[in-house]
């Protein structure tokens, strides 16, 4: 639909490899919902969170209801939203929706460390980390007996494809022979 056009979190929906969020300071309302539509959040202690939609009278509409509960839990997903109270760094970090807390010292920045993530990530081979995205987004948006049903799909079709290249399997093998854990 023509309204998806515009709507960023679709958009960032649609981005084939994981999008790092780098947090600092507030992260408010639509910005709370821009930051759910990333595959891992990194913040620092200035790092605070607070839905105000009902505090102003506004409707969720890029998927703040439904992911903030799935990522810390509904019950926890409803004292943060029915409150509009502010969610600090540190306890954001312990409910798991913020995946690195760094301290702000240097080195330290949250952005340094989204950088640092990306760089793990980018050493990756760059069609398994597109593969995994995939399969972690739509299994995770329907129930553990399709999920696991849709993993298998995909990791089928990724080693039909991997038989014939070449490549997957003696990669892996010259990894493990020369011992580069």
């Not at 049903?149 to 070449?166: I, K, S, T, V, W």
Request: contains cysteine.
């Amino acid at each position: 639909p023509e309204c998806l056009a515009i709507n960023p979190v679709y958009q960032m929906s649609r981005i084939t490899v994981p999008i790092i969020g780098a947090l600092q300071g507030y992260v408010i309302t639509g910005g709370f919902e821009l930051a759910l539509a990333c595959d891992i959040l990194v913040g620092d202690e200035t790092t605070k969170f607070r839905d105000t939609h009902v505090k102003f009278g506004l409707a969720p509409c890029w998927g703040l209801s439904q992911k903030l509960q799935r990522r810390i839990g509904p019950g926890r997903a409803k004292l943060v939203s029915y409150t509009a109270r502010p969610i600090g760094a540190k306890l954001a970090y312990e409910w798991g929706l913020l995946d690195d807390l760094r301290d702000g010292s240097e080195g330290q920045s949250c952005i340094e460390g989204a950088m640092e993530i990306a760089e793990g990530i980018g050493r990756q081979d760059v069609k398994m980390v597109r593969r995994y995205k995939r399969a972690l987004d739509e299994g995770g948006a329907v129930d553990l007996t399709k999920g696991l049903q849709r993993e298998r799909e995909l990791g089928l079709a990724h080693y039909l494809e991997a038989m014939g290249d070449g490549q997957t399997f003696e990669g892996a093998k010259d990894y493990i022979s020369n011992d580069k854990r």
